[in-house]
């Protein structure tokens, strides 16, 4: 059964503004945007700024989508300490997010390093997210 009684709706916005700020630092030029740009012949740059802006907002609500569910599993599993919160976020991280982006990447025709590149920021972010919501209850 979901539990949503219990929540830290404080937790939950600091994990999404942790997704945000490591995702803005991730993918721009200090951070992967060269590697992406060579993977996929795109310049995040280059992007005209009405599709930008529209694309930033999509992926500031998907996540807050995650983060909430990430709160949402943690809790109705009881997590509450360090430990498990790793365990719990490495496991989501590679069931839900590294295995269903192999197919994503291998249909578009993108490479392994490809999805590691972004696939690795989930990993980041969700045991990062998964560290914050088992504590701060």
Avoid: H
Avoid at 22 to 50: H, Q, R, V
Avoid at 71 to 91: F, H, P, R, W
Wanted: net charge positive; aromatic share 16%.
């Amino acid at each position: 059964m979901l539990e949503l009684q219990g929540i830290n709706i404080w937790a939950v916005a600091l994990v999404w503004l942790i997704y945000m700020f490591i995702g803005a630092f991730w993918y721009s030029p200090m951070g992967f945007a060269k590697l992406w740009t060579k993977y996929t012949k795109i310049d995040i740059l280059k992007i005209p700024t009405n599709e930008a802006n529209k694309i930033i907002g999509f992926v500031a609500l998907s996540a807050l989508v995650q983060a909430s569910a990430l709160a949402i599993v943690l809790n109705s599993l009881g997590v509450n300490d360090v430990y498990e919160g790793v365990k719990a976020g490495l496991v989501l991280w590679l069931g839900f997010t590294a295995a269903t982006t192999v197919g994503v990447t291998l249909y578009s025709r993108r490479s392994w390093k490809f999805l590691w590149l972004n696939s690795s920021y989930f990993l980041v972010v969700m045991t990062i997210g998964s560290i914050i919501l088992s504590i701060w209850q």
